[in-house]
C-alpha cells in the first residue's frame, strides 16, 4: 500500500492478514466458523458487510479499496476421529494455526496454540509429532 500512496504502482493485492494491524474491518473473514465453502459468497458478504459497517472509516489511508476477495474457509485438521465442530473441540486440543485471528481466538479462549508462517508450518508440525506419544 505504501507503494500505491507514493505512485510507484497503480494498484496492488494484498492479504488483509499482512496488515491487520492497521485494518480490522476485513479481518471478521479470518474468524474461525464463520464461512462456507464458496469463495464467491464469502466475498459478497464481506464485501456487503464492509461496505455498511466500515467503509466509512477509511481504514486504508486515502487508497481506493476496489474489491475485497475471501478464500474457502479453512479446514481443521486432527490426528483423531474427533471432529472440530465449535470453538470448544477446538480448544479442547494442542492446535497450530496463522499468527492473528484464529490463533488470538483459540488463545483468548483458554486453547493452546502454536502460530507461525504458513511456509514453517511442515517443519513445527513434523516436530511436534515427532514429540506426541504413537497414535
Do not use: C, H
Amino acid at each position: 500500500m505504501n507503494s500505491v500512496r507514493g505512485g510507484l504502482f497503480d494498484a496492488s493485492l494484498v492479504f488483509n492478514g499482512f496488515i491487520a494491524n492497521k485494518v480490522a474491518g476485513p479481518m471478521v473473514a479470518m474468524n474461525p466458523f464463520t464461512s462456507i465453502a464458496s469463495s464467491l459468497a464469502n466475498s459478497v458478504a464481506l464485501w456487503r458487510t464492509y461496505d455498511e459497517f466500515f467503509g466509512d472509516i477509511d481504514e486504508y489511508e486515502g487508497v481506493k479499496l476496489p474489491g475485497l476477495a475471501v478464500n474457502p474457509g479453512a479446514n481443521f485438521y486432527s490426528m483423531t476421529d474427533q471432529p472440530i465442530l465449535n470453538l470448544s473441540d477446538a480448544t479442547n486440543r494442542k492446535m497450530w494455526a496463522l499468527p492473528g485471528g484464529t490463533a488470538n481466538i483459540l488463545k483468548a479462549n483458554g486453547g493452546a496454540v502454536v502460530s507461525g508462517p504458513a511456509a514453517q508450518m511442515t517443519e513445527i508440525v513434523s516436530v511436534a509429532l515427532s514429540m506426541a506419544p504413537s497414535l
